[in-house]
């Protein structure tokens, strides 16, 4: 039964708003929120950075930073925090979230738009290990010409040069 009908069928009380629900979340875009993860090493320049990519187990085998859907009722950095711990098994506890960042993405899926958010994650805890899940089967810590030529799509890497631009314009912590 198409899901119209059946709500309609379900409720006749309030079939009009519960369809029109329905009809507002279909024409939705599909929403995620991940983090750019990234950490320093060798020292001293601030575009010093390697950041964090995962490489999905289905599909095209893509490479993104940890990210998802936006669950019901959830707020997008709950979300982004989760999905980095799902995905990466990295906790809040090992990072600290980059205040001033947030990017915002908006491409198509399967000829339904998308919008994915991202902020700005620095691993702090250096002992913190990357943990898949089954999700993807690969990751790498990546110099920023590294990690552009790895996501291939022009937005994301036109977000990780912003990344790495505004925290070479930043005094480090
Ligand atoms: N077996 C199988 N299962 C799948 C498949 N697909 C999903 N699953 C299942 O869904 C679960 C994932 O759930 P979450 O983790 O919550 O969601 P996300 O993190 O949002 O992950 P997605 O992969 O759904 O979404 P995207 O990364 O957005 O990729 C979608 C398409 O968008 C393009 N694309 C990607 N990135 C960029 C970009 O930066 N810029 C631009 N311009 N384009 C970009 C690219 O063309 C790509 O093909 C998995 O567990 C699977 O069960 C699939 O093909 N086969």
């Known amino acids: 039964m198409h899901r119209y009908t059946e709500l309609a069928a379900q409720s006749p009380i309030q079939k009009h708003e519960r369809v029109a629900q329905a009809k507002r979340e279909e024409s939705m875009a599909l929403r995620a929120c991940g983090l750019i993860i ?5 020292g001293a ?24 859907h936006v669950d019901p009722g959830e707020d997008d950095m709950t979300t982004a925090l989760r999905e ?4 990466a098994g990295l906790q809040h506890n090992h ?18 738009p998308k919008t994915v958010i991202y902020w700005l994650g ?15 089967q690969d990751y ?3 110099r920023l010409q590294d990690a552009c030529a790895l996501v291939g799509y ?4 036109d977000t990780l040069k912003e ?3 505004f925290l070479q314009g930043q005094t480090q912590p």
């Open 154 to 157: 022009q937005d994301m890497q």
């Open 163 to 165: 990344a790495q631009h």
């Open 140 to 142: 790498r810590w990546l």
């Open 95 to 112: 990072f600290r979230i980059v205040d001033g960042f947030r990017k915002e993405l908006n491409y198509n899926v399967n000829n339904k």
């Open 38 to 42: 990234f950490r320093r090493v060798t």
């Open 45 to 68: 320049a601030a575009s010093d950075i390697e950041f964090l990519l995962l490489q999905t187990s289905y599909g095209i085998h893509h490479w993104t930073p940890p990210k998802g």
């Open 84 to 87: 980095t711990e799902e995905e």
């Open 122 to 136: 620095e691993l702090m805890d250096g002992s913190a290990q990357v943990k898949l899940s089954d999700e993807h």
